[in-house]
């Protein structure tokens, strides 16, 4: 497997009431679960073998999921360097009451790093691009670890600053 789209996994899930919040809707962490999960097989199976959760780098909740639907995590590698990969997921429902079309709720960006036995980073496939759409998504990627970077380093100087005051 070394194309985004032989990646994909899909899981699916009735949502309970044991899942909601006080609203009465389902706990964002509940859903925050799912995506993670579902984003982990997708960066176990690229890896071959073990990869832990290094960054929720993103993640948007559009509109709430109600206990009785039919949850849909959808999850695809957009990006892999040496050792840390980012996977795409999107959230939608089937809602229990009504026939209509999957509604979007969530989206989300996570970032796995690869581990060895003994818990050190290993390198992963490298990604191979076919269709625009990989391109796009790849690229986007680029800009969002760009983005973590340079916080990380922003910080750090902030930090450092401080410190020398």
């Not at 039919?70 to 009451?97: C, F, K, P, Y």
């Not at 969530?106 to 036995?117: E, K, M, N, T, W």
């Not at 990604?127 to 340079?150: V, Y």
């Amino acid at each position: 497997m070394t194309t985004p789209s032989e990646t994909n996994v899909q899981l699916s899930e009735i949502m309970r009431a044991t899942e909601a919040n006080l609203l009465g809707t389902v706990h964002g962490g509940n859903l925050m679960k799912a995506v993670d999960s579902t984003a982990g097989v997708v960066a176990n199976r690229y890896a071959g073998g073990p990869a832990v959760t290094a960054a929720l780098d993103e993640m948007s909740f559009l509109t709430p999921v109600r206990v009785g639907d039919i949850l849909h995590t959808s999850a695809q590698l957009n990006w892999a360097g040496r050792s840390s990969m980012e996977i795409g997921v999107r959230v939608e429902v089937d809602r229990w009451d009504s026939i209509t079309d999957r509604v979007h709720v969530a989206s989300a960006y996570l970032v796995f790093v690869a581990v060895d036995a003994d818990g050190k980073p290993k390198h992963v496939p490298t990604l191979e691009l076919e269709t625009p759409e990989e391109r796009r998504r790849f690229r986007e990627a680029e800009i969002r670890r760009e983005h973590r970077l340079a916080m990380r380093a922003a910080i750090a100087a902030s930090r450092e600053s401080e410190e020398n005051a």
